[in-house]
């Protein structure tokens, strides 16, 4: 069967960074496609996701995932429309989200697409964000690992980012009090008008830690974690007896190797009787379905409110990562792609 698109455009990985990803890593091709074979359908991805773990994706130090290879189409969420099929499974016309890399179109055997999207009356890109893999990371790992009670002070950092304002507004949908950490005077406003949480603190603020200790006068009972370094520093002298700390990102610190020093806890999480765990969506995967069946409604009754920031074509990928950890997005970071 021939494909009726005879080129692609993709983003490939050109050098190997040290760190943080910036667009001198990146180059933009354009390369034939080939002919489906039988069992594989061909996706024009619409959207593509860009998430702060795809600097772990790049670099050469140990992660949970093998590092993108040189050369090869840059590894990120996407979603799409098949446009034509020789798989059982796939129609022409259905939406689809997966791994389908930064690229116009994709070839793959199935094996790579998470889900069939069949929210069609809301839109596309929320497969990617608050009923993608964000969504679903806020969910199990906020009720999952974090297990909030009624009443329990639930603080989040990165809480304006596309995981960070879910895990506020699904603690206050379970009765918690919320206290979003951010970097900003926007950032703060937004987390407190437009999810919802009940306190907001910047980190950027020399009086970082008199304002975190103001905004939980009760101490802390549930830490959701997206930065490591010294801004959790500060919210682990605040847990409470029996706290949960849910280690879901370690976005402030920029290099793992040699391993950095800093606050000893582990006598402080024994003298608090508190449990620090780490979460990879990954472990969640046979779970999927689940999570977007409770998000899903939230979101179509106002319970659970998403922020976008869409970058326009492919040719804005190669900057886009260095633009997350230079705090430029409100929301989920999100590339809408144009096709001819």
Known sequence: MTTPIRSNVQALLKSRPSGI?????????????????????????????????????????????????????????????????RHPAYAEGDQVMGMLGWQHYAITDGSTLRRKVLERDLSLSL????????????????????????GDTVVVSTAAGAVGSAVGQIAKIAGCRTVAITGGAAKQ????????????VDYKSPTFAADLAHA??????????????????????????HARIVICGTASVSNWEPWPSGPRVERHLLNKSARMQGFLV????????????????????????YREEILEGIASAPDAIAGLYRGENLGKRLIRLHHD
């Open 21 to 85: 990803p910036q667009s001198e890593h990146f180059e933009i091709v354009t390369s034939a496609l080939p002919a489906l074979e039988a069992g594989q359908l061909l996706v024009r991805n619409e959207f593509l996701s860009v998430e702060p773990a795809m600097r772990g994706w790049v670099n050469a130090a140990a992660n949970y995932s093998d590092p993108v290879a040189i050369g090869s189409v840059m590894r990120s969420f996407a979603a799409g429309v098949v446009v034509a099929s």
């Open 127 to 150: 497969s990617l964000g608050v009923l993608g893999i964000n969504g679903v990371t806020a969910f199990f790992a906020l009720t999952e690992i974090g297990q909030p009670r009624p």
């Open 189 to 200: 406003q937004l987390c407190l008008d437009e999810f919802g949480y009940d306190a907001a």
């Open 216 to 241: 939980c006068p009760q101490g802390v009972d549930v830490y959701y974690d997206n930065t490591s370094g010294e801004i959790s520093d500060a919210v682990l002298r605040h847990i409470n007896k």
């Open 282 to 305: 990954w472990d969640y995967e046979h779970r999927y379905e689940e999570a977007i069946r409770k998000l899903a409604p939230w979101v179509r009754d106002g319970s659970l409110r």
